[in-house]
């Protein structure tokens, strides 16, 4: 469906709560696979990536019982999975078919996994390769899906330098070397979001981070040893940030996010936004849990440096700072982005092809983009290449251009953000946020 945005200068004001968080969800839903017995999710997402992980469990042989804010999975464990279902459709979710990817190593049936054509086109090899290195036997389609995966017999565990920072990867992994025989050991290059860590060892999984990025797990011996947590699933900071950007760049705006996840490997775009000037006041929840508010109050912005390192906690959030780039004062440069490129659509491109459009200062590098700030933005027609971040991330640039945009299709929103344009009419009606 194509939208035409109207530039609204309202400040944003108030307290949201975003959707809850994509990633969480995903690994509460898959996880719930693992234990025989009954797990409950509290404020599970409901959004189309998320029910394609529904969809992975359900045809492993998982109830669900989706009731009003709570979802409760029960699994008969690895052993006793269904095997009739060979094919499994991950839609547009590379979430659910990477991890999916680890997951189906755990028992014996083969299973093929498929997706969506964007999905399709998202290498699958990162994963494929070291699960076949530990003997579990794997095959791609030219790299791509459809994704074949057939546990023939006992593997061994895996030592891995991974090439690339991906908790996709990462996890996958990880559930694989939960039926190894024998303990494995996985390096990445620099840290990324450790949801899968901290959810499974919470399950009683036994594994070990280090501060130099090693990450150590133990072959499970028995299913039924796994605690069946309930998982409550904070609200997603990837989600708010298109709040937050939209506070940080209007005079006036003060917006709280509540009850987000303050994961350190989550909140990189929040750190830049200060970094950029913007004023960010954080109140955690509790001590335990890296769960609280965050509160952007409007500030003159100024350029920065995006490093690789910093780039994981920020990945879905970039094409984000590179709009708020055409705002600051000064260059910006983003460097060892390159994991942009084999998202939804290339995101580095599209970035840069839709911004220029809109009259910005951007030029495209291999791993990243510099950006020459602060120019006005303008109308024009763009692009969302059907990825759900880049369609979000125009509706903000909209908001601050000087005439309408008109976005070539909004639907790809439903992904991890089904109530996104609701919020955007809203607010564009003059209203503070409540929530
Ligand atoms: O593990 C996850 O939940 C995710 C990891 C990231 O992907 P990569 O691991 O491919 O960087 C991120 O882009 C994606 O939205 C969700
Ligand atoms: C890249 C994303 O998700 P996935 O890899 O799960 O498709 C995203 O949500 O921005």
Same mark, same amino acid.
């Not at 639907?411 to 953000?417: D, L, P, R, T």
């Given at each position: 469906m194509v939208m035409e945005l109207t530039p609204c200068r309202h400040p944003v004001e108030g307290t949201l709560r975003p959707p809850s968080d994509k990633s969480i969800t995903h690994r509460a839903i898959l996880f719930s696979?693992?234990?025989?017995g009954t797990v409950r999710v509290l404020?599970?997402?409901?959004?189309q990536d998320t029910l394609s992980s529904r969809r992975l469990v359900e045809s492993l042989g998982v109830k669900v019982e989706a009731g009003d804010d709570e979802w409760i999975l029960t699994s008969p464990g690895p052993s006793q999975? !269904?095997?009739?279902?060979?094919v499994i459709d991950c839609g547009n979710s590379g979430t659910t078919m990477r991890l999916g990817m680890g997951l189906l190593a755990l028992s014996s049936s083969p299973r093929t996994l498929i997706g969506d054509a964007s999905l399709s086109k998202r290498p699958m090899e990162r994963v494929a390769r070291p699960l076949r290195q530990m003997g579990i036997d794997v095959e791609t389609s030219q790299v791509y899906a459809p994704v074949m995966v057939h546990n023939r017999g006992p593997y061994r565990g895996l030592s891995y330098s991974m090439p690339m920072a991906s908790a996709q990867v990462k996890s996958a992994l990880i559930l694989a070397a939960l039926g190894a025989t024998t303990l494995s050991e996985i390096v990445e290059p620099y840290p990324t979001r450790d949801h899968t860590e901290q959810m499974l060892k919470q399950m009683g999984a036994r594994i070990r981070m280090t501060a130099d990025h090693h990450i150590m797990v133990e072959p499970l011996?028995?299913?039924?040893?796994l605690d069946l947590v309930p998982f409550r699933v904070p609200g997603d900071p990837s989600s708010g940030a298109f709040w937050a950007a939209l506070a940080a760049l209007i005079p006036g705006s003060s917006l709280t996010l509540k009850e987000?996840?303050?994961?350190p490997r989550r909140i990189g775009f929040f750190r830049l936004l200060q970094q950029m000037g913007a004023r960010i006041d954080i109140e955690r929840?509790? *001590?335990?849990?890296?769960i609280g508010h965050l509160t952007v109050t409007h500030q003159p912005l100024g350029g920065v440096t995006v490093t690789p390192e910093q780039v994981p906690d920020m990945i879905d959030e970039v094409p984000l700072v590179a709009l708020m780039a055409t705002q600051a004062f000064g260059d910006t440069v983003i460097s060892g982005?390159?994991?942009?490129?084999? !998202?939804?659509? *290339?995101r580095i491109q599209a970035t840069v092809t839709n911004l220029k459009q809109l009259g910005a200062h951007i030029e495209e590098r291999d791993d990243g983009m510099v950006i020459h700030g602060p120019t006005p933005l303008h109308g024009g027609s763009v692009r969302s290449f059907g990825d759900h971040r880049m369609a979000m991330m125009l509706a903000v640039a909209a908001a601050i251009a000087t005439s309408p945009v008109i976005l070539d *299709?909004?639907?790809?929103?439903?992904?991890?953000?089904?109530?996104f344009f609701e919020q955007y009419q809203h607010w564009q009606q003059g209203y503070a946020f409540h929530d």
């Open positions: 696979a693992l234990a025989p404020h599970p997402l409901v959004a999975w !269904k095997s009739d279902t060979t011996q028995d299913w039924r040893t987000i996840s303050l994961s929840e509790s *001590d335990t849990e890296d982005a390159e994991e942009l490129r084999v !998202k939804e659509t *290339d *299709d909004v639907s790809s929103v439903a992904i991890s953000y089904p109530t």
